[in-house]
């Protein structure tokens, strides 16, 4: 089809009409959100339908010469959105075909909207004096009048059908009770639900509830408990124990009483647990002391507590999140990079063997995968768009479709072995910035106020140099993104819009730059954006590494940076602003690099084994300076010349923020948190403010939907 003909028509293929006039792409009549560039994807892969259009001429076709972009993730990103509105494949495409080492091409069934308009024999005529393009077109106007007619004969039915399986599902709350439902389980028959309960005020444990009325039961009481499964039978549930460093796995009666310990290692990075359907052995994510950051798939025989491990992930990664199929013949969990952002689910036989990769989206899963009660589908949460929603994918074939139902973010779902129906949690959550002025060093001034309180929720946020700008990241359009506010709270602006996972925001002494982290796909990345209204462009640092957690020398010559390759655990470098090889700083792990005001020092944090470390800029032993921040807690500390400000976590639910003085060596509080906090906490430069972030409204309740298919 020429350009001519295509610019005033609308274009459709499958279930899909692309109006290229309006810019708009719709499947069955709906709109489909696609942003700009992979709409343009499209209308130029359609305009040539059938060739290969080279990553050459997509470059001329969508970027100007004078535009100054990361072209390979750009086209990359484009392409990936592309392939999620028309639910695509890239190893089984139907629609957009990747040309090993040239480009893409469109590989669908063309028809046009208006068979009078797109089948007269001048178009007929048109097609057949092109040779090049003959090969996958000579058969279009067969195909569509067979389509066509095929269509009108299975609209109505389809519709119909579509329609009334809508009109049956029903989405309701499955209990009221105060404070957080989560990490919901089915039993097998479909009449209690597991969960994992927290008010906040020191009750926390799991819970069983029926699905129809309100009664629960507390079956423990311990703080830490999460992630419950059933026997088969359903008298028993399995649940995960979280103390410190140590991962213990429990059994105890569905009604609560002895508990009996069947597992205790190394706190995994990942979580979830199921019990296998014959009712001998437990699967779970095992990791060692040695190795902390990568965990394998592995079960315990619930009869001599004997260990298997089923996958052997690669060097860095975490299986976690498994889930035996009903019939008992297959696993599915998810694998992730050591950053828990780049996550996919895979499936392998029960016993063992190799693992089938099912997605490749590499973006964040939200809980474990749950089969359908046929065994032939698996149902998971992620954020592949840019909300969280469940998924369905077969596999089999790795076929992908959104599920109908689930209303606003839906996590963490489970299905029953018997019966119609679905659980899954729905978080609703609001966090604001808030700011801690000092009137000295040991003291506050006043009551902490909120600077941001937008919508979406929001992390690590930092101040500028100058205290007149506050950057952070936030999911208030869907996608993670970095963003900027006056202090007052006015005048915000997006930085960033890469529609993947953008955080960890570090502003430069001037203000000019902000240097970030980003995960385009399985690593993560050091990128930097000239503000306001400069370009994303990627820092070269350490390639096929997880690179992150930016800081900038004093000087704004040097941008330091954390980077994990293999099984190593991260460690500190840094590179030349203006370009240059990176070097390397640490032997014995680090993230979240600080240089100490008069430059003498590099204070760090460790991901592996937690602590605030510190070693001379110039070389030299290593030494720890804070034991009380964990691993995890590694974005929750702020370096000031007289201390170290942190949050500590004491006796749930208490978290204050407090001062490590280096003149006394003692710790000084603060302030208490009135709420729970979020991640991040920062310092203003003239060590007057500290800013952090605070949940001002969080809760999570579970969701049944009813007949469920």
Same mark, same amino acid.
Request: hydrophobic letters at 35%; one cysteine or more.
């Given at each position: 089809?020429?350009?001519?003909?295509?610019?005033?028509?609308?274009?459709?293929?499958?279930?899909?009409?692309?109006?290229?006039?309006?810019?708009?792409?719709?499947?069955?009549?709906?709109?489909?959100?696609?942003?700009?560039?992979?709409?343009? #994807?499209?209308?130029?892969?359609?305009?040539?339908?059938?060739?290969?259009?080279?990553?050459?001429?997509?470059?001329?076709?969508?970027?100007?010469?004078?535009?100054?972009?990361?072209?390979?993730?750009?086209?990359?990103?484009?392409?990936?959105?592309?392939?999620?509105?028309?639910?695509?494949?890239?190893?089984?495409?139907?629609?957009?075909?990747?040309?090993?080492?040239?480009?893409?091409?469109?590989?669908?069934?063309?028809?046009?909207?208006?068979?009078?308009?797109?089948?007269?024999?001048?178009?007929?005529?048109?097609?057949?004096? #092109?040779?090049?393009?003959?090969?996958?077109?000579?058969?279009?106007?067969?195909?569509?009048?067979?389509?066509?007619?095929?269509?009108?004969?299975?609209?109505?039915?389809?519709?119909?059908?579509?329609?009334?399986?809508?009109?049956?599902?029903?989405?309701?709350?499955?209990?009221?009770?105060?404070?957080?439902?989560?990490?919901?389980?089915?039993?097998?028959?479909?009449?209690?639900?597991?969960?994992?309960?927290?008010?906040?005020?020191?009750?926390?444990?799991?819970?069983?509830?029926? #699905?129809?009325?309100?009664?629960?039961?507390? #079956?423990?009481?311990?703080?830490?408990?999460?992630?419950?499964?059933?026997?088969?039978?359903?008298?028993?549930?399995?649940?995960?124990?979280?103390?410190?460093?140590?991962?213990?796995?429990?059994?105890?009666?569905?009604?609560?009483?002895?508990?009996?310990?069947?597992?205790?290692?190394?706190?995994?990075?990942?979580?979830?647990?199921?019990?296998?359907?014959?009712?001998?052995?437990?699967?779970?994510?095992?990791?060692?002391?040695?190795?902390?950051?990568?965990?394998?798939?592995?079960?315990?025989?619930?009869?001599?507590?004997?260990?298997?491990?089923?996958?052997?992930?690669?060097?860095?990664?975490?299986?976690?999140?498994?889930?035996?199929?009903?019939?008992?013949?297959?696993?599915?969990?998810?694998?992730?990079?050591?950053?828990?952002?780049?996550?996919?689910?895979?499936?392998?036989?029960?016993?063992?063997?190799?693992?089938?990769?099912?997605?490749?989206?590499?973006?964040?899963?939200?809980?474990?995968?749950?089969?359908?009660?046929?065994?032939?589908?698996?149902?998971?949460?992620?954020?592949?768009?840019?909300?969280?929603?469940?998924?369905?994918?077969?596999?089999?074939?790795?076929?992908?479709?959104?599920?109908?139902?689930?209303?606003?973010?839906?996590?963490?779902?489970?299905?029953?072995?018997?019966?119609?129906?679905?659980?899954?949690?729905?978080?609703?959550?609001?966090?604001?910035?808030?700011?801690?002025?000092?009137?000295?060093?040991?003291?506050?001034?006043?009551?902490?106020?909120?600077?941001?309180?937008?919508?979406?929720?929001?992390?690590?946020?930092?101040?500028?140099?100058?205290?007149?700008?506050?950057?952070?990241?936030?999911?208030?359009?869907?996608?993670?993104?970095?963003?900027?506010?006056?202090?007052?709270?006015?005048?915000?602006?997006?930085?960033?819009?890469?529609?993947?996972?953008?955080?960890?925001?570090?502003?430069?002494?001037?203000?000019?730059?902000?240097?970030?982290?980003?995960?385009?796909?399985?690593?993560?990345?050091?990128?930097?954006?000239?503000?306001?209204?400069?370009?994303?462009?990627?820092?070269?640092?350490?390639?096929?590494?997880?690179?992150?957690?930016?800081?900038?020398?004093?000087?704004?010559?040097?941008?330091?940076?954390?980077?994990?390759?293999?099984?190593?655990?991260?460690?500190?470098?840094?590179?030349?602003?203006?370009?240059?090889?990176?070097?390397?700083?640490?032997?014995?792990?680090?993230?979240?690099?600080?240089?100490?005001?008069?430059?003498?020092?590099?204070?760090?944090?460790?991901?592996?084994?937690?602590?605030?470390?510190?070693?001379?800029?110039?070389?030299?032993?290593?030494?720890?300076?804070?034991?009380?921040?964990?691993?995890?807690?590694?974005?929750?500390?702020?370096?000031?010349?007289?201390?170290?400000?942190?949050?500590?976590?004491?006796?749930?639910?208490?978290?204050?923020?407090?001062?490590?003085?280096?003149?006394?060596?003692?710790?000084?509080?603060?302030?208490?948190?009135?709420?729970?906090?979020?991640?991040?906490?920062?310092?203003?430069?003239?060590?007057?403010?500290?800013?952090?972030?605070?949940?001002?409204?969080?809760?999570?309740?579970?969701?049944?939907?009813?007949?469920?298919?």
């Amino acid at each position: 089809m020429s350009e001519t003909r295509f610019a005033s028509a609308v274009v459709c293929f499958d279930v899909f009409e692309v109006d290229l006039r309006a810019g708009e792409l719709r499947k069955e009549g709906r709109r489909i959100k696609l942003q700009e560039q992979p709409f343009r #994807v499209l209308s130029y892969l359609l305009e040539r339908a059938g060739d290969v259009v080279t990553r050459e001429e997509l470059r001329e076709k969508l970027w100007s010469a004078d535009t100054f972009v990361d072209f390979d993730h750009s086209l990359n990103s484009a392409v990936a959105r592309l392939r999620d509105a028309l639910r695509d494949s890239a190893d089984k495409p139907r629609f957009v075909e990747t040309v090993a080492k040239r480009g893409y091409r469109f590989i669908g069934s063309l028809r046009p909207a208006n068979p009078l308009l797109e089948t007269s024999q001048p178009a007929i005529q048109e097609r057949a004096v #092109v040779p090049r393009r003959a090969a996958g077109r000579m058969w279009m106007t067969a195909a569509f009048f067979a389509a066509l007619f095929s269509a009108v004969a299975i609209w109505p039915w389809h519709r119909k059908s579509a329609d009334s399986q809508l009109s049956r599902i029903e989405v309701v709350p499955l209990i009221s009770m105060r404070g957080f439902q989560a990490t919901p389980a089915f039993s097998p028959s479909g009449t209690l639900v597991a969960f994992r309960q927290s008010d906040f005020a020191g009750n926390a444990g799991i819970y069983a509830a029926a #699905v129809r009325g309100e009664k629960s039961v507390q #079956v423990t009481n311990h703080p830490g408990d999460c992630c419950p499964t059933w026997s088969p039978d359903g008298d028993q549930i399995a649940f995960t124990r979280y103390s410190g460093k140590t991962f213990s796995i429990y059994v105890v009666s569905a009604l609560g009483g002895t508990e009996r310990r069947v597992y205790e290692g190394t706190a995994s990075l990942g979580s979830g647990i199921s019990w296998s359907p014959d009712g001998k052995s437990l699967a779970f994510p095992e990791s060692s002391p040695s190795e902390p950051t990568r965990s394998a798939v592995s079960t315990v025989s619930l009869a001599d507590s004997s260990i298997q491990a089923l996958t052997a992930p690669p060097p860095g990664s975490l299986d976690h999140e498994p889930a035996f199929s009903p019939d008992g013949t297959k696993i599915a969990f998810i694998r992730s990079s050591v950053a828990g952002v780049s996550n996919d689910v895979y499936v392998m036989p029960a016993p063992g063997g190799q693992p089938k990769r099912l997605t490749f989206d590499n973006r964040p899963i939200m809980g474990p995968p749950t089969w359908t009660a046929d065994s032939r589908d698996i149902v998971f949460s992620s954020s592949r768009s840019a909300t969280t929603g469940l998924w369905r994918v077969s596999p089999d074939d790795g076929t992908l479709r959104p599920m109908a139902g689930p209303l606003g973010d839906a996590k963490w779902p489970s299905i029953p072995a018997k019966g119609n129906s679905l659980v899954y949690e729905r978080w609703i959550t609001k966090a604001n910035i808030y700011r801690l002025d000092l009137k000295d060093t040991k003291h506050y001034e006043k009551t902490p106020s909120a600077l941001v309180s937008e919508k979406g929720y929001k992390a690590r946020p930092e101040l500028s140099a100058n205290g007149k700008k506050i950057a952070f990241e936030s999911d208030r359009l869907g996608f993670w993104d970095i963003w900027t506010c006056d202090v007052d709270g006015t005048t915000c602006d997006q930085v960033t819009d890469l529609h993947g996972t953008a955080g960890r925001a570090r502003w430069s002494a001037d203000g000019r730059y902000i240097a970030f982290e980003f995960h385009p796909g399985e690593r993560s990345e050091i990128y930097l954006v000239e503000v306001p209204g400069g370009e994303p462009h990627l820092v070269p640092t350490i390639p096929g590494a997880d690179n992150l957690s930016p800081s900038w020398s004093h000087d704004g010559r040097w941008l330091y940076f954390a980077s994990k390759q293999g099984s190593e655990p991260f460690q500190i470098w840094k590179i030349p602003f203006h370009g240059g090889s990176p070097i390397r700083l640490t032997n014995n792990g680090g993230i979240a690099p600080e240089e100490s005001p008069d430059g003498r020092y590099l204070y760090y944090a460790k991901y592996e084994q937690g602590g605030v470390w510190r070693m001379p800029l110039e070389g030299g032993e290593e030494s720890e300076v804070l034991e009380d921040i964990e691993g995890h807690g590694w974005a929750e500390w702020a370096l000031r010349a007289n201390g170290i400000y942190y949050l500590k976590y004491g006796k749930y639910p208490q978290v204050s923020i407090d001062l490590f003085e280096f003149a006394s060596a003692k710790t000084i509080p603060i302030w208490s948190l009135e709420k729970e906090p979020g991640w991040g906490l920062s310092m203003s430069k003239d060590g007057k403010s500290i800013v952090y972030i605070q949940n001002e409204f969080s809760e999570s309740n579970l969701m049944l939907v009813k007949n469920f298919r």
